[in-house]
């Protein structure tokens, strides 16, 4: 095989197998891949624009019975830090939120079996009746299997009264790498690939929109990165309900795993994952770049490799935190950084509907009428931080 | 021609500067513009990627170095800098000589010493600096003192400029790092370096630095208060005064850290766009200098890893003490563990080679599944490597002088090149030959003995030889015995790099490669023989004379031997008849026409026949016969 013929097929449009996929992942250079996801990108958004959203991940449970070992976020019932909020005190959250202009709110948890299935149906409800500016884009696969579990429901019967109560999207958290010996390592009880992808098919098959992620850079081969995006692609052609995929790096943190795998991923990588997924899920119209998860330096060049969206502000989030990996950003510095990275920023929802760009010089109006944002943007901007953990032995 | 790669754009607006770039043609202040202006990055990072390739195959270096800044005490008050104090601060220091010497350990191979403007220091103290730390540590390497620092010296204790250096020099000052250059322009030095030396002191420094051997660096500070067009203009001006001393090793572009200095940027820090783009440019605009540094402390490691690829080909070093930057808030590790640096250069696709300070490779670390290709980075190697297109991306190449090659593939780091003939013999177990090489009929024009004594008088006296080939000092020794029947001479290495040897203390001098063609129009100081060893060979022999012969280890895959022949194959066919047009960037350096260079390139057999194996054997039964 030659980068040549693969450039060919991509050039025309054509789809990559397997095996085409593998080569290349290990064959192609870092600008190959990129001049060739660039040619995707534009086939799919002709345009030079980038959308982001104003969201905000917080969580309403840390306790968890799956026990991830790449996981530094989860906590056991009884343990000291372990909390649940109620319903009333997240929509107390939200309303704050929605106050601030977010626009989002990606709820996760933990897999809190303690919780019934009415707690997550009212969130959705009270959400819609009491936050109506706030899309709710709740709850991942694990959490809706955990839902199944706890009131005895399949989970096409969970996900119908998701949809009763209001909720079309969920998050596609949790699908690590799609491989059933790589999920035995790191995530033996949260299930296999089918468990991941039989609740997201359900979901499409519903009419729920759905994101697809894949956390790489711990055990996992390059056979393993192309498996999954195999039956990702091969699941978005049956019902085209993926929105977007989102790749990012294991962050050692804090986590078990930690101590096998020391240090995270390099950027040259990231960028051939943010490119390669966008060279072989041709069906899917968005690839997310993720400035929160590998620093805002490398969220500005994934645009150039393939990525059209910026993800969301994260006004919340814990995951990460946990983990002592730590960006912050505010609504202006993330339409800046897009901007300074050549494409015009523009504002949208979880379903990637659109509210408008912003011109050089103009900003979300919400930046306006936010306390907290106002102080964030006169605070000093926080530089990418890598933490120690980086520095190769730990 | 320097690439005969054809690249497609998504800005059509490229195309005629990647024209422009493949036949080595000098780009203009307007083509600068037009890179920056464009949309097109990853169009932008592929000819500068192409053009490094060029110059440094797929290698990117790094060095072990340990930066010292031993006061911040500093009688400046530059706006960008929040380093700098007044004496009497709370935050003022002073490093004596010995608390540096305890911090360096035998590993390191450079050490870099820049610092404030002291007021009470004495000139001894910095010339004890530098002589103590060469004492302690004859290995390391002093590049030392910015311009800057230089100019106030000279003042300071009422020396010329020349005299600052010629006695630094003479203590183990070796290169220059290139601080203190900003932005060549004067409206931003009256900005925002008010008070530091101009772009003209700057480069008189530099410009008598390079007359007394002592080879530079230049840095460029952006993403302040100057303009694309400054920018492009302090390349242009770079590229100028490069043309003239030839003394500048690496431009460094540096990405400016806005931290407390109270100058008001738009972002806190430059965008990965902005960064990633001024790396490609300088590497395209900058044709006459040899690196491009991603300096990964100012660009941030996830920059500078992804800079690799967009025509960056040195990582800088392990960095012990950067207080400048981080005192203005940059936020990378401290130290990146030579393991990171080495793993970041692999997962950019390309080869680990540790250096010193002049870029001579001590260390090489390929990565697991690769085969190294050395890339003989001789003007009479041109044919093998311009269309050099393996098909697999496991082939790599690194430009590795013959004696750098032959210990790197004894130690079994490099697997395939153009062997010099000796070092082949010496491996024959390990390495099979393929049906290419460099063999000669008549004058070879690169392999020549300066001497002030004909043949026959060199009894007795003192050869000084080139470190780079065994081979030609082999056929010299052979010369010597058997054809002129000469003994007792004496031998003599050479250092490494020109610049630093005394030719005239020898009764003859033995230059190969391209530090002889450089010569080849204009000779060497005071000798007046010349002689041309393959010539002398061919007229006593009537065979040809094989240099180098391309050998392939035994061990590596058989798909990687075969993508290796014929990317050599092909490289050697579509190179025949465009010999003038193939040697143009070296021709350039060494001062050769167009014809020099067809007459030069024809001159070798580039694929060997029973005509040349025979001659092998011929030599080296000489050879092994000598005293």
Known sequence: MQIKQIKEKVFSNQRLNREEGLWLLQNGSLLDLAEMAEHRRYFHNLAPKVTFVIDSNPNYTNICNIDCIFCAFYRHEGDADAYTYTVDEMIERFKKAEARGVRTVLLQGGVNPALPLEYYTEMIRRTRAEVPKIHPHFFSTSEIIGMANVSGLSVPAVLEKLKEAGLNSIPGGGAEVLSDKVK??????????????????????????????????????????????????????????????????????????????????????????????????????????????????????????????????????????????????????????????????????????????????????????????????????????????????? | MLSSKELSFRDPGLMPIWNKVRNGIRLSKEDGLVLYSTHDLIGLGRMANEVSRAKSGDTVYFVLNQKFEPTNICVLSCKFCDFAVKKGSPEAYEQSIEEMLDILNPDIREVHITMGLHPDWEWQHYVDMVRRIKEAYPLIDVKAFTAV???????????????????????????????????????????????????????????????????????????????????????????????????FMTFIPLAFQPGDTGIKTKNNFTSAIDDLKTIAISRLMLDNIAHIKAYWVMLTAEVAAVALNFGADDMDGIVGHERIAHDAGATSPMQLAKEKIISIIHEAGKVPIERDVWYNPLHIYPAEGTSIVSKMPYLNSVPFYSNFEPEL????????????????????????????????????????????????????????????????????????????????????????????????????????????????????????????????KVGLASFLNVYDLAEEWYEWKKMPFVFAVWAVRNSIPAAHKEAIRNALEGSITRSKGHYDELGREHAKRLGLTREDLAMYLNAFTYRLGEQERSAMEEFLKEQAVLA
């Not at chain 2, 000052?173 to 030396?197: D, H, Y």
């Open chain 2, 149 to 247: 620092e230089i100019v106030f010296f000279a003042k300071k204790f009422k020396k010329t400029h020349e005299e600052v250096l010629s006695e630094l020099k003479a203590v183990g000052l070796r290169t220059m790092p290139g601080g203190g250059a900003e932005v060549f322009s004067e409206r931003v030095r009256k900005l925002i370096f008010n008070q530091k030396i101009g772009a003209k002191t700057w480069f008189e420094v530099h410009r008598k630095a390079h007359k007394l051997g002592i080879q530079s660096n230049v840095t460029m500070l952006y993403g302040h208060v100057e303009t694309f067009e400054e920018r492009i203009e302090h390349m242009i001006k770079l590229r100028e005064v490069q043309d003239e001393t030839g003394g």
């Open chain 2, 393 to 520: 991306a496991e082939i790599k190449l690194s430009p590795l002088v013959p004696r750098v090659f032959g210990q790197f593939a004894k130690e079994g780091k490099v697997d395939a090149g153009p062997m010099s003939l000796m070092d082949y013999v010496a491996s024959q177990d390990e390495f099979e030959m393929l049906d290419y090489g460099v063999a000669v009929s008549g004058k070879a024009y690169s392999v020549l003995l300066y001497s002030h004594h004909d043949w026959k008088h060199l009894s007795g006296k003192t050869i000084g030889l080139t470190a780079e080939s065994s081979t030609s000092v082999e056929l010299l020794r052979v010369l010597l015995e058997k054809k002129y029947g000469v003994t007792g001479v004496t031998f003599e290495r050479l250092h490494l790099t020109s610049g630093q040897n005394d030719y005239t203390k020898f009764d003859a001098v033995l230059l190969i490669g391209d530090e002889a063609l450089r010569r080849w």
């Open chain 1, 184 to 394: 035995k390592k790191i995530s033996s009880k949260k299930g296999t690939s089918e468990d991941w992808l039989s609740v997201m098919r359900e979901a499409h098959k519903l009419g729920y929109k759905t994101t697809s992620t894949m956390m790489y850079g711990h055990l996992e081969s390059d056979e393993d990165i192309v498996e999954h995006l195999d039956i990702t692609r091969a699941l978005q052609d049956e019902y085209h309900g993926f929105t977007a995929f989102i790749p990012w790096s294991f962050k050692p943190g804090n986590t078990p795993l930690e101590k096998i795998i020391h240090t995270y991923a390099s950027s040259t990588r990231y960028l051939q994952m943010i490119a390669f997924a966008r060279i072989y899920l041709d069906n899917f119209p968005h690839i997310q770049a993720s400035w929160f998860s590998e620093g805002k330096k490398t969220g500005q060049m994934a645009l150039h490799f393939g990525a059209d969206d910026f993800g969301g502000t994260l006004e919340e989030e814990n995951v990460h935190a946990s983990a002592n990996f730590v960006h912050t950003t505010t609504i202006k510095e993330m339409v800046d950084l897009i901007r300074d990275a050549g494409f015009t920023p523009v504002e949208r929802d979880t379903l990637y509907h659109t509210y408008g760009e912003f011109a050089e010089g103009e900003y979300p109006a919400s930046i306006l009428n936010s306390e907290r944002l106002h102080q964030s943007v006169d605070a000093s901007i926080i530089m990418p931080t890598i933490p120690l953990v980086a520095l190769g032995n730990g």
